[in-house]
């Protein structure tokens, strides 16, 4: 996993400061300047030196979510899935930027065989033309992580030994030169960032951006490890072990690693290719039901499933057959987050406003101050848009964006693992409802909620939690006299501590932090003030028109940073007029 460094000290190394310059080059050159000010970067001595940026017209004719698109893929694979991320949360980012973001490519150029062949060697010790009976050099497609090529591979033994042995076609999956330290720097980067818009920005606090960055990091870091969608794959293929409506492609780990992923190459109909599928004789309607089945039985039989089923990443295959690709983001769900969700949808469909508010409660992280009062009246309003529809009419999509605003306006975040799943679920909603434009996803859940909900007042289940919560009493009885007497002996010994936490003070302690800067800055120019004063006194050689040039070189550094300790005061009076 990226690792997020504490961004308290920015971890000034060379590469560091390089692609921090680059960052605010790109966010320069689309009219992005005003960052600086807002994030107070200039006081970390790492700004630019031109603050204006070059008049370009073609450029400020564009809009501002233009702009901001266009730099996020200028800016690389980091900044464009985290534009992709966001480009989904309408709690966070405004309707005119989330409908340009859904815009951002993801196409790159290729980059060399000669570079394919240097990762085969520090992989597997080997070039492809070794492993592979054929290669194709140029890769059928390349996007910000990595690049796919076709080949062949020679897989077991023929029957007949005068036959050919048989052969698979593959796809090879290699990750893009030098890519896990470049985006290991720009998450530390963003990180860095993101901490500073929760220190200078009021308006974006309650985001939590911190927060997104830290889910971000490890929803990025797993993406770019394919040992990880190997064993997704793996798990998922043992997940539909004998399930005759879904093919899961074949891996092979013998020749894959952490840069290298080979799999089958699946011969089918993407979702998208309508008009193929018609040809092909496909019952467009059965497909929609059975992908949106396969779905909702990964989620709520399983609680491990696809989250990113987009129609490019499902094929259809003869028979009806669905097929997913594309495992690198995966989601977990625990069986009490998917009671959670049945639950939200029963009493959305009962109108119990009572139980949606608990229900809401319990499918997210409240900060700050929170009033229930208040929420119960957005509920209200919530449910006078669905109470009249039936359980089959309701739209898995309008219900998820809708919540995500809700929760926005009561600083109210949604946990990953349901935010994956209501992501999912609205996307191969979106996807059934392209094949059939009569689908009803949730009327083809009801088998599924009913399971979940029998589940939930089984005997044995109902036995079990007994069991559980009498065990965790019998534990806490057990340990209560022990740990009673250890208070009393710290209360005894004078170890009880009273830990304070401050809020607000960050100001404060960088203001003192300037300030100590500052007066450092000054004794240094005073003690060289007086050291080239008793040089040039002492008059030690060499001289330049009978003045000790050593002497006359501390003056000239002397004024030099006089110059820039007054410029320094200057620009922060300035800021605060």
Same mark, same amino acid.
């Given at each position: 996993?990226?690792?997020?460094?504490?961004?308290?000290?920015?971890?000034?190394?060379?590469?560091?400061?390089?692609?921090?310059?680059?960052?605010?080059?790109?966010?320069?050159?689309?009219?992005?300047? @005003?960052?600086?000010?807002?994030?107070?970067?200039?006081?970390?001595?790492?700004?630019?030196?031109?603050?204006?940026?070059?008049?370009?017209?073609?450029?400020?004719?564009?809009?501002?979510?233009?702009?901001?698109?266009?730099?996020?893929?200028?800016?690389?694979?980091?900044?464009?899935?985290?534009?992709?991320?966001?480009?989904?949360?309408?709690?966070?980012?405004?309707?005119?930027?989330?409908?340009?973001?859904?815009?951002?490519?993801?196409?790159?150029?290729?980059?060399?065989?000669?570079?394919?062949?240097?990762?085969?060697?520090?992989?597997?010790?080997?070039?492809?033309?070794?492993?592979?009976?054929?290669?194709?050099?140029?890769?059928?497609?390349?996007?910000?992580?990595?690049?796919?090529?076709?080949?062949?591979?020679?897989?077991?033994?023929?029957?007949?030994?005068?036959?050919?042995?048989?052969?698979?076609?593959?796809?090879?999956?290699?990750?893009?030169?030098?890519?896990?330290?470049?985006?290991?720097?720009?998450?530390?980067?963003?990180?860095?960032?993101?901490?500073?818009?929760? @220190?200078?920005?009021?308006?974006?606090?309650?985001?939590?951006?911190?927060?997104?960055?830290?889910?971000?990091?490890?929803?990025?870091?797993?993406?770019?490890?394919?040992?990880?969608?190997?064993?997704?794959?793996?798990?998922?293929?043992?997940?539909?072990?004998?399930?005759?409506?879904?093919?899961?492609?074949?891996?092979?780990?013998?020749?894959?690693?952490?840069?290298?992923?080979?799999?089958?190459?699946?011969?089918?109909?993407?979702?998208?290719?309508?008009?193929?599928?018609?040809?092909?004789?496909? @019952?467009?309607?059965?497909?929609?039901?059975?992908?949106?089945?396969?779905?909702?039985?990964?989620?709520?039989?399983?609680?491990?499933?696809?989250?990113?089923?987009?129609?490019?990443?499902?094929?259809?295959?003869?028979?009806?057959?669905?097929?997913?690709?594309?495992?690198?983001?995966?989601?977990?769900?625990?069986?009490?987050?998917?009671?959670?969700?049945?639950?939200?949808?029963?009493?959305?469909?009962?109108?119990?406003?009572?139980?949606?508010?608990?229900?809401?409660?319990?499918?997210?992280?409240?900060?700050? /101050?929170?009033?229930?009062?208040?929420?119960?009246?957005?509920?209200?309003?919530?449910?006078?848009?669905?109470?009249?529809?039936?359980?089959?009419?309701?739209?898995?999509?309008?219900?998820?964006?809708?919540?995500?605003?809700?929760?926005?306006?009561?600083?109210?975040?949604?946990? !990953?693992?349901?935010?994956?799943?209501?992501?999912?679920?609205?996307?191969?909603?979106?996807?059934?409802?392209?094949?059939?434009?009569?689908?009803?996803?949730?009327?083809?859940?009801?088998?599924?909620?009913? /399971?979940?909900?029998?589940?939930?007042?089984? !005997?044995?289940?109902?036995?079990?939690?007994?069991?559980?919560?009498?065990?965790?009493?019998?534990?806490?009885?057990?340990?209560?006299?022990?740990?009673?007497?250890?208070?009393?002996?710290?209360?005894?010994?004078?170890?009880?501590?009273?830990?304070?936490?401050?809020?607000?003070?960050?100001?404060?302690?960088?203001?003192?932090?300037?300030?100590?800067?500052?007066?450092?800055?000054?004794?240094?120019?005073?003690?060289?003030?007086?050291?080239?004063?008793?040089?040039?006194?002492?008059?030690?050689?060499?001289?330049?028109? @009978?003045?000790?040039?050593?002497?006359?070189?501390?003056?000239?550094?002397?004024?030099?940073?006089?110059?820039?300790?007054?410029?320094?005061?200057?620009?922060?009076?300035?800021? /605060?007029?």
């Amino acid at each position: 996993m990226i690792s997020i460094r504490r961004f308290g000290a920015f971890n000034r190394t060379l590469q560091h400061l390089a692609r921090y310059k680059q960052i605010l080059r790109v966010l320069f050159k689309y009219g992005f300047s @005003d960052l600086v000010d807002h994030l107070h970067l200039d006081q970390y001595g790492l700004q630019m030196f031109n603050r204006k940026p070059r008049e370009q017209a073609q450029i400020y004719r564009l809009s501002r979510p233009e702009r901001l698109r266009m730099a996020l893929e200028e800016l690389g694979p980091t900044f464009i899935k985290l534009g992709q991320l966001l480009s989904v949360r309408p709690d966070i980012v405004p309707p005119d930027y989330l409908r340009e973001l859904t815009k951002l490519q993801d196409n790159v150029p290729p980059f060399s065989y000669e570079e394919v062949r240097r990762i085969f060697y520090e992989e597997c010790g080997l070039d492809p033309s070794q492993i592979f009976t054929s290669f194709n050099v140029e890769p059928v497609a390349a996007a910000s992580i990595s690049q796919v090529h076709h080949a062949r591979l020679i897989v077991g033994t023929a029957a007949n030994p005068e036959d050919e042995p048989p052969e698979r076609k593959v796809v090879v999956k290699v990750q893009r030169p030098g890519l896990e330290k470049m985006v290991a720097v720009d998450v530390e980067i963003l990180a860095w960032l993101a901490q500073l818009m929760e @220190d200078h920005l009021e308006e974006v606090q309650g985001h939590r951006p911190t927060a997104i960055m830290h889910e971000f990091s490890r929803s990025l870091s797993r993406e770019i490890d394919f040992t990880i969608e190997l064993t997704n794959i793996q798990h998922f293929a043992r997940q539909f072990a004998g399930c005759p409506d879904i093919y899961v492609p074949e891996v092979f780990p013998e020749l894959s690693s952490a840069r290298i992923l080979v799999m089958e190459q699946i011969d089918g109909i993407k979702a998208s290719d309508l008009e193929r599928l018609r040809a092909a004789g496909h @019952d467009l309607t059965l497909l929609a039901e059975r992908g949106a089945r396969l779905v909702m039985e990964q989620i709520f039989t399983h609680g491990f499933f696809h989250a990113d089923p987009h129609p490019g990443n499902i094929f259809f295959l003869p028979g009806n057959v669905v097929c997913f690709i594309d495992f690198g983001q995966m989601g977990r769900l625990l069986f009490k987050d998917r009671e959670s969700f049945i639950e939200l949808i029963a009493s959305i469909v009962s109108g119990d406003e009572n139980r949606i508010t608990s229900a809401l409660l319990n499918m997210t992280v409240q900060l700050g /101050k929170f009033d229930r009062d208040a929420l119960s009246l957005d509920i209200s309003d919530f449910m006078s848009r669905y109470l009249h529809l039936a359980l089959g009419e309701l739209e898995i999509g309008k219900i998820h964006w809708e919540l995500l605003r809700l929760f926005s306006r009561h600083n109210m975040f949604l946990k !990953p693992s349901l935010y994956l799943m209501l992501k999912a679920l609205g996307t191969a909603e979106g996807v059934g409802l392209m094949l059939d434009s009569h689908i009803e996803m949730l009327s083809l859940a009801k088998p599924f909620i009913k /399971k979940i909900r029998k589940q939930r007042l089984s !005997p044995r289940r109902l036995a079990h939690e007994a069991a559980e919560t009498s065990s965790q009493y019998l534990s806490l009885f057990r340990d209560l006299p022990a740990e009673t007497r250890g208070v009393l002996a710290m209360l005894r010994q004078g170890k009880v501590r009273l830990e304070l936490e401050h809020h607000g003070l960050r100001p404060l302690e960088k203001a003192l932090y300037r300030i100590a800067n500052k007066i450092a800055f000054a004794i240094v120019l005073a003690a060289l003030i007086i050291g080239s004063s008793l040089v040039v006194l002492s008059g030690i050689k060499p001289k330049w028109h @009978d003045i000790p040039i050593i002497g006359v070189v501390g003056f000239l550094l002397a004024g030099f940073m006089g110059f820039a300790l007054l410029l320094s005061i200057l620009r922060q009076s300035k800021g /605060k007029v």
